[in-house]
């Protein structure tokens, strides 16, 4: 028997897309969104395993998910999967732009083929899935971006990374202009040192000195950011680049 979960936003009958929701962040923000009771769709681009484990997480605590693979550097994979969304589950409420890459050298090293695999998804992509969720969601709907503290902090050997991630803050002030009419928020999240694959372990210790609490975040402290701004307490929030960085920027 399953212990009933306490619903601080109450996202009951809500639908939302995680692109890039599987592991690290995503994957704690699929979960958080299911407990509050909305329908995850939880995108993934190549580890099904990762993704399935999501998707069997939530439902053992009696939420509602569906695991899909799409690339999201491809505009018809990022349509697909609101295709395979609205198929599911009816019509879309919040989605999440979580997917990222990262090519980390220093800039006199970088390759064309490495600029366009990151900004392909960093930048083409969150285009696309911003766009795609402003045709699709339902009036008063959410869209959250995770970008990154980085572009506050200029760390050598992030240059291609951090161009990538410094289009969402035009892209979320411009498109939620956009959306005012109709209720719908836009929103970026920045989080600093967190424990995801883009962190390597060996660079841990040293990220957790830069923080007054001395430790490097854990997913669910930025995942906490998204589930507060997929809620109604957020709907007077819009166009906001929101750090979550631990005092790190």
């Known amino acids: 028997m399953s212990i009933p979960h306490h619903r601080k936003y109450n996202l009951r009958d809500k639908v939302a897309i995680v692109a890039g929701g599987s592991r690290g962040i995503g994957r704690a923000v699929s979960e958080g969104l299911g407990r509050e009771g909305a329908a995850i769709v939880?995108?993934?681009?190549?580890?099904?395993?990762?993704?399935?484990?999501?998707?069997?997480?939530?439902?053992?605590?009696?939420?509602?998910?569906?695991?899909?693979?799409?690339?999201?550097?491809?505009v018809e994979d990022i349509r697909r999967l609101f295709d395979e969304?609205?198929?599911?589950?009816?019509?879309?409420?919040?989605?999440?732009?979580?997917?990222?890459?990262?090519?980390?050298?220093?800039?006199?090293?970088?390759?064309?083929?490495?600029?366009?695999?990151?900004?392909?998804?960093?930048?083409?992509?969150?285009?696309?899935?911003?766009?795609?969720?402003?045709?699709?969601?339902?009036?008063?709907?959410?869209?959250?971006v995770t970008s990154t503290g980085g572009v506050r902090m200029l760390i050598p050997g992030n240059a291609l990374y951090l161009a990538s991630k410094g289009t969402i803050e035009q892209l979320v002030r411009t498109v939620a202009q956009e959306l005012g009419p109709r209720n719908i928020t836009v929103n970026a999240i920045l989080p600093g040192y967190t424990k995801t694959d883009l962190l390597p372990?060996?660079?841990?210790?040293?990220?957790?000195?830069?923080?007054?609490?001395?430790?490097?975040?854990?997913?669910?402290?930025?995942?906490?950011?998204?589930?507060?701004?997929?809620?109604?307490?957020?709907?007077?929030?819009?166009?906001?680049?929101?750090?979550?960085?631990?005092?790190?920027?």
Not at 50 to 70: H, P, Q, S, W, Y
């Open 201 to 249: 372990e060996r660079d841990r210790r040293v990220a957790a000195e830069a923080s007054p609490f001395k430790r490097v975040g854990e997913p669910e402290d930025v995942a906490d950011v998204a589930l507060f701004l997929a809620s109604n307490e957020a709907r007077w929030i819009t166009g906001q680049e929101i750090g979550a960085g631990g005092g790190v920027f």
């Open 85 to 144: 969304a609205e198929t599911a589950f009816g019509e879309i409420d919040i989605v999440v732009a979580n997917a990222a890459t990262a090519v980390i050298k220093p800039f006199v090293e970088f390759s064309e083929d490495e600029y366009d695999q990151v900004f392909n998804v960093n930048a083409k992509g969150v285009f696309f899935i911003l766009q795609e969720a402003a045709k699709r969601l339902r009036n008063g709907g959410r869209i959250i």
């Open 42 to 74: 939880v995108n993934y681009v190549s580890n099904h395993e990762a993704a399935n484990d999501t998707v069997r997480a939530i439902a053992e605590g009696e939420g509602k998910a569906l695991a899909v693979k799409a690339d999201m550097s491809r």
